[in-house]
Every structure is written in C-alpha cells, then in structure tokens.
C-alpha cells in the first residue's frame, strides 16, 4: 500500500447537528455500532476482505448481523445519509462487503436500524469524515464507490469545500480497482459541471455515456433516496457513471 495521502481535512459536509435521536436508535448506537465500525487509526493500515472476515459477534452485545463472512467485492458508499442506498444495495447483495461512511449520527442511527431490522452482516459503518477511512484503504481494494448527493457548496467561495477535488480524485483512482466503477450523483448543475471537468481531466476516469439519456435516467440498480425525492437542487438529478481505466 502506498503511503497515505495528506489531507488538511478542509469540512466537506454542512450542518454540525441532527435531529434528536429516538431511544431505539441511540440504543443501537450505542451497543451495536461499536461491533460494526470500521476500525479506528490506531489500526493502522485497512484491508476491508480482513475487517469482514473479524467476526464481531464473540461479544455479548453483538448481534448475529455482526457475524463475519468472506466478500465477492468490496462497495464503498461516502455520505450515505438517511442509508436507503446503503441498505437496499445491501439486501440485494449479500455476498458483497459495503462500507458506508457517513459525518452525522442521525444518519448512521438510520442505517443501523435498516441493519437490524433486515439482519444485515454485510455493512461496516465509519462515523466521520470518509477520508479519514479511506486514506487508510489498500490500494485496489474496491470494485465500486458511490458519491450520491454530497454538499455542493454552491457559493464560489465555499468550492474548496467541495468533495471532488483533485487530490481525492488521486485517491480515488488508487483506491478502485481496473474497471471498477464510481458512481456520482448530484442536482445541483454547476457541482455536475465541476465534476465532469475534474474527472474528464483525470485519464484514469473513463466515462462511457453516449447518449443525454446515460447521465438523465437512474441506472438501472440506482436506489432513490430520501434526499433526491425532496428535489432541493437546481435540476433534475444527473448520475454520471465512470470506470477506473487500466
């Protein structure tokens, strides 16, 4: 593994606080997050196929979703929000490893109870700031990342705040395999237009859209989440597909 890049760190993501968390969800934060996070930097170096292999259920808090098993691949999802991506994606592949990171409790109390309640084993959570969790990562070890929605920091003097930015374009192309996928979505059309200059400048990206219809209609796995149904952006949103180049 190369060693790992340096971020500042510069805030990526908006509001500091949620909403109160239910007694449910604050239980479950407290009894079964710590048996599902991903480990923290005093662990050094990250292989994701070993973090899923641990099997975390040899505590008595531990639930049998904790139990560890062997990934076909590894997904990574940055900014999962309410986890309706998370979890569905999850259901639906139960031989795939996913990691999702997401900065707020609010949000990682969310994708704990969709854990629960669908005996999910399948799911390691960091709570922070992803790059935190990814710097960490072996190079090569995902097949896929999602970046759905993240904050566009529309105002052109919080731009530097924006998540895709050169240098986690690096990290990201060190981080997804050849021929691994990167998902991004937004509705905001000028963080569309950001994006696709930053990533068609990077000749590790490749993007293989033909036609408007590749980037204006959901891919056919996509799962809508609650953030897209509130339309709070400037368009209808834009999926934009790319494909880690040899």
């Not at 999962?80 to 409790?105: M, S, T, V, W, Y």
Request: with cysteine.
């Amino acid at each position: 593994m190369k060693p790992p890049m340096e971020y500042a760190l510069l805030r990526t993501f908006g509001r500091a606080k949620g909403r109160p968390l239910s007694l449910r969800q604050q239980n479950l934060l407290d009894a079964l997050l710590p048996h599902l996070e991903v480990p923290d930097a005093d662990a050094g170096e990250l292989d994701p196929r070993e973090m899923f292999a641990l099997a975390s259920n040899e505590h008595s808090l531990a639930p049998p979703a904790a139990e560890g098993f062997s990934p076909k691949e590894i997904w990574l999802e940055i900014g999962f929000g309410g986890g309706e991506h998370l979890i569905e994606q999850a259901k639906r592949h139960p031989d795939i490893g996913f990691i999702g990171c997401e900065p707020f409790n609010e949000g990682i109390a969310k994708a704990l109870v969709g854990i629960e309640e669908n005996n999910l084993r399948n799911i390691r959570l960091h709570m922070g700031d992803a790059r935190e969790a990814t710097m960490r990562l072996h190079d090569g070890c995902l097949d896929r990342c999602f970046i759905l929605f993240a904050d566009p920091w529309p105002k052109t003097r919080h731009h530097k705040r924006r998540l895709i930015q050169e240098d986690f374009i690096v990290e990201l192309a060190r981080l997804i395999r050849p021929d691994g996928m990167l998902r991004l979505a937004t509705d905001w059309a000028d963080y569309a237009e950001w994006m696709l200059e930053r990533l068609l400048r990077d000749r590790r990206f490749r993007w293989n859209a033909t036609c408007v219809a590749d980037w204006k209609n959901p891919p056919a796995d996509h799962v809508t989440t609650r953030y897209e149904l509130k339309k709070l952006g400037d368009m209808p949103p834009v999926f934009l597909d790319f494909v880690r180049a040899d």
